[in-house]
């Protein structure tokens, strides 16, 4: 089993919806859980990050934590054709990177 | 600012070919310095990371090396390219943080 498990779509979806990414992992000692996006041919860059369990807001996007049930989601609402890229969750037992596990990667399409 | 460079952006390279690429970074001490490769549907994979200059720990085994001469220079290395190396190699630093900023990434195709 891997430590982090991400359905890699793709995921296509109409201007305007309510897109939601998952991720479930198996190592309890994940505190540290994060969302990254990536547009194609670049590099990744961090969009949400969350300490522990419960719920961050910022803008069009929400990330969830249950640690109870091992799983992780990323909302995103209104969605855009800007926001279409690949999502990627990582997460990590501490601040140290070289411990960060990330997930395969959802590609999300948005079409207007 | 921080800022992270990466080159060459593309690279076709026959198989049994030597690869070098290289990762520098602007504006920071002491980073913590990742190469990673990316594979369709596969995620970023850790290949190496270095907490400091000479210090370097692969996580991957496989005909792949890196080094770094310097405190924010990177450098990957093998010595004879196989088919399966080709991928997309990102760079990646932090500092004594959860977060990670990652290079423009080089595509290397082996034939």
């Known amino acids: 089993q891997k430590e982090v498990e991400q359905d890699p779509g793709p995921l296509s979806v109409p201007e305007g919806a309510i897109v939601s990414l998952n991720c479930t992992y198996s190592?309890?000692?994940?505190?540290?859980f994060m969302w990254y996006r990536q547009y194609s041919r670049k590099g990744p860059e961090l969009l949400m990050y969350?300490?522990?369990?419960g719920n961050k807001e910022d803008g069009r996007f929400t990330a969830q934590v249950d640690k109870s049930s091992k799983y992780i989601s990323l909302f995103i609402r209104d969605s855009q054709p800007s926001d279409s890229a690949t999502y990627l969750c990582?997460?990590?037992?501490?601040?140290?990177?070289?411990?960060?596990?990330f997930g395969a990667g959802t590609r999300l399409f948005v079409k207007a | 600012s921080q800022t992270i460079h990466q080159w060459p952006a593309t690279l076709v390279q026959p198989v049994g070919s030597p690869l070098s690429l290289e990762c520098t970074v602007e504006?920071?001490?002491?980073?913590?310095l990742y190469w990673y490769r990316q594979a369709a549907g596969r995620g970023l994979q850790l290949l190496f990371y270095?907490?400091?200059?000479?210090?370097i720990s692969s996580e991957v085994p496989q005909n792949l090396s890196a080094s770094r001469p310097q405190d924010r220079q990177f450098i990957l290395s093998s010595k004879k390219l196989l088919l399966s190396d080709s991928g997309f190699y990102l760079c990646?630093?932090?500092?004594?943080?959860?977060?990670?900023?990652f290079g423009p990434g080089t595509r290397l195709t082996v034939l």
């Open positions: 990646a630093w932090s500092v004594d943080s959860y977060e990670q900023f």
């Open positions: 990582a997460m990590s037992g501490s601040t140290g990177g070289f411990k960060t596990i």
């Open positions: 270095s907490v400091g200059i000479g210090q």
């Open positions: 190592n309890s000692a994940f505190q540290y």
């Open positions: 969350t300490y522990s369990s």
């Open positions: 504006g920071t001490s002491n980073p913590n």
